[in-house]
């Protein structure tokens, strides 16, 4: 953040959807930012100075970037309650350190007053209502996030200190309240008392949009020719020269995208060929006692983490050593979908840092097991709450040995785009009738297309992703996966929405464009497409036109014989 700053690229990541504050003022940009600039300068030289991060997080605020106040403010409030609660600490001997120096030299003129039990009293009470402070900025982004669940988590603590009136937390307790009440109905009406667990997941979120930060430079928003390089060759050795990794015609429907790139057929490849298999280590599951890498389930001797020399190998020669020994407490307690990501979060930071061992100056978005993974800063608002967002990274963080307060290469923005690459190419799963989540390398680069030419499933009891054709694949053609099989069979409007968390808001591939242009361009399209399914295809098209019809739906222009 200390850094020079592009105005252009300054997109708010509050969502006006979820924040009923008014949004961020453009006339407040040129003071705010170079406030967050100089005040990073401040923390790079004093980390441990509460008053730097909390004044960074007021500016963060006013920008429109809540989701790194509370993450700044947070920073804060640590350093406080260490040097309040626990003085005789190693950090929080630090902080009176670094705030009692501070404090010294804004006062040195009246010094003579202020020695001994005095002076020591002045930088407790000053520290206290810093610790005030930082609670007010935490409770105030959590407002712009719209993270109800989070900020009456913190109910006694915000009525101790007066930071919201009984009047307001019980206007936030009727707005919760309708919030699960809305998602619970909703679950009901969509997916029955099965996705129940999931609607209060739902209801506890809050949520903040994906996009590019102000200061980040363009060598961290696109891949480097040595990661392009990189990923050609791990994609024809795994492919057995079957594939290519290049530019992608699709780049023309996504104006904002130069480094659109994609798999294509350097060969010809019969329908039901084996593409590839894509092995991964960065995979994780919500099945207990069961090895870290390939899921086998540990029955003889549950307190071991890996089920025989050959896992156990792999990940002491990849994952963070902590990691291998060490559980991360509490994750059990929350449901499936947010303890998976949190782990596969955990998974990625311990390879990162591992790498990081003997390649310390290599940015973290730039290490092997990042650098090909691209977000979606087009996207719609992603769901957010404090444990998951900035509790747990900081614990992860620390875990693995970092100080959250002197090494700004993890910083909240960093941690930030990590999260986001992950969620956008990360593939859910079931192994062992658990859920399971896993980001495979080569399987992430497929583009999207509403009639894939591939078709992939997990093999058996891992996770490991197996890719086959469904048609014929002639040598140059594009080579498309489906994000979301289901929507094959949906009305255009309605694949865009159940896509938009990948693709923004229109999908680029031929069928999107050929039904957008509409008229003969459509059909001609359709009756293109149909000559390339097999008699097997051909019946499932037709029984799903029935189906669709049958419900008042049609996914395929008029005039189209099948």
């Not at 001997?93 to 009246?110: C, I, N, P, Q, T």
Request: proline share 5%.
């Amino acid at each position: 953040m200390e850094n020079p700053w592009d105005k252009e690229q300054w997109k708010y990541t509050r969502d006006p959807i979820f924040s009923s504050s008014p949004p961020p003022n453009p006339q407040n940009y040129n003071r705010c930012s170079a406030r967050v600039r100089s005040e990073t300068r401040n923390i790079i030289d004093l980390p441990f100075e509460p008053g730097h991060w909390l004044m960074r997080a007021d500016e963060l605020l006013t920008l429109g970037f809540p989701e790194l106040a509370v993450g700044d403010a947070h920073k804060s409030r640590l350093l406080t309650e260490a040097a309040l609660s626990n003085p005789g600490s190693e950090l929080g001997e630090k902080v009176l350190l670094a705030h009692g120096m501070g404090y010294w030299l804004r006062d040195h003129y009246s010094m003579q007053g202020r020695r001994g039990n005095n002076f020591l009293a002045d930088v407790l009470s000053s520290l206290a209502r810093l610790e005030n402070s930082a609670w007010s900025i935490l409770v105030r982004g959590l407002m712009h996030i719209g993270s109800t669940a989070d900020i009456l988590s913190f109910r006694d603590v915000i009525m101790e200190r007066s930071i919201l009136s009984t009047e307001d937390l019980a206007r936030l307790q009727t707005m919760h309240e309708k919030k699960k009440k809305d998602c619970t109905e909703v679950a009901i009406k969509w997916g029955g008392s099965k996705d129940l667990d999931r609607s209060v997941e739902t209801a506890n979120n809050g949520f903040v949009r994906v996009r590019a930060y102000p200061w980040m430079p363009e060598d961290l928003m696109s891949r480097s020719v040595g990661t392009k390089a990189a990923i050609t060759a791990s994609l024809t050795s795994i492919s057995h020269s079957q594939c290519i990794w290049t530019s992608s015609e699709i780049r023309r429907e996504t104006d904002e995208d130069t480094d659109m790139y994609g798999i294509f057929a350097s060969a010809d490849i019969k329908a039901g060929a084996l593409v590839f298999t894509d092995h991964t280590i960065t995979a994780v599951t919500a099945q207990p006692d069961s090895c870290k890498i390939c899921f086998r389930v540990l029955t003889a001797e549950p307190l071991r983490k890996f089920c025989g020399k050959a896992c156990e190998n792999l990940a002491l020669n990849s994952l963070h050593q902590a990691d291998c020994q060490e559980d991360l407490p509490g994750v059990e307690e929350f449901e499936p979908t947010p303890r998976l990501r949190i782990l596969l979060f955990q998974r990625h930071l311990s390879i990162i840092s591992r790498f990081h061992k003997n390649n310390c100056s290599v940015h973290p978005l730039h290490t092997p097991v990042m650098a090909n993974l691209k977000p979606n800063y087009s996207g719609p608002a992603q769901p957010w709450t404090f444990k998951e967002n900035i509790l747990y990274p900081n614990m992860i963080l620390q875990q693995l040995g970092f100080d959250i307060f002197t090494n700004l290469q993890y910083d909240t923005w960093i941690l930030k785009n990590i999260s986001d690459r992950i969620r956008n190419n990360a593939t859910d799963g079931i192994v062992n009738s658990y859920y399971f989540s896993s980001l495979n390398p080569h399987h992430c680069m497929f583009n999207h297309s509403c009639h894939a030419n591939v078709d992939w499933k997990f093999v058996e009891g891992s996770s490991s992703i197996e890719v086959k054709t469904n048609r014929d694949i002639v040598k140059g053609e594009e080579i498309f996966d489906s994000y979301r099989a289901q929507v094959k069979w949906q009305p255009r409007e309605e694949r865009w929405a159940a896509l938009s968390g990948w693709l923004g808001e229109e999908c680029g591939c031929a069928r999107c464009v050929a039904e957008k242009e509409g008229g003969d361009v459509a059909r001609t399209y359709w009756e293109t497409y149909i000559k390339t399914l097999n008699e097997e295809g051909l019946k499932e098209l037709q029984m799903m036109v029935r189906l669709s019809r049958s419900h008042g739906k049609r996914f395929m222009p008029d005039g189209v014989l099948v």
